[in-house]
């Protein structure tokens, strides 16, 4: 017996005006808000922004069969995925207008199996430490009992957009 999953997505170059264009937190709570379109990759794998504050950031998802790995679990790239989200926007709800960033690199410890059963999914980003041009956060992945489920910490590099 077959499984499909049908998803649409909007224009990602809305989206990343918008990001160009604003403040980070600014644009963030326009995105929850609806003002802007998720990334085509939230529609992929079907999480959303749940809440966003200065170096804060929240992603859920409620992982399905569409998200197992060959062993029947969800697979490692979709926890990296949603904390490297968390973490990164953490990061971005810090800039200014005009600026943007990269993760660096993105250190992930799993620590607990993810399936259908699971039920939602929450990973929770920080900034903890920001400078000039490089900032520090972590995320966390947790289940509906608040278990911790994944870590991560995630270095990022902060520059200024080409042209703004």
Known sequence: MGRS???????????????MSLPGLEFLR???AGKYPPPPIASTLDFT???VDHGHAVFSMTPGEEHYNPI???????????LDSAAG???????PAGMAYT??????????PITFDSGKIRAVGRVRSHGRRTAFAEAELLDAN????????????IFPIPGA
């Open 49 to 51: 922004l749940e809440e």
């Open 30 to 32: 326009a995105m929850l």
């Open 146 to 157: 608040d278990r911790l489920l994944a870590h991560a910490t995630s270095s990022c590099l």
């Open 72 to 82: 029947g679990s969800v697979h490692g790239g979709v926890y990296a995925t949603l």
């Open 89 to 95: 926007c953490a990061v971005h709800s810090t800039l």
């Open 103 to 112: 993760s660096l690199d993105l250190t992930t410890k799993f620590l607990r």
């Open 5 to 19: 999953r049908t998803y649409t997505w909007e224009d990602p170059a809305l989206t990343a005006a918008g990001a």
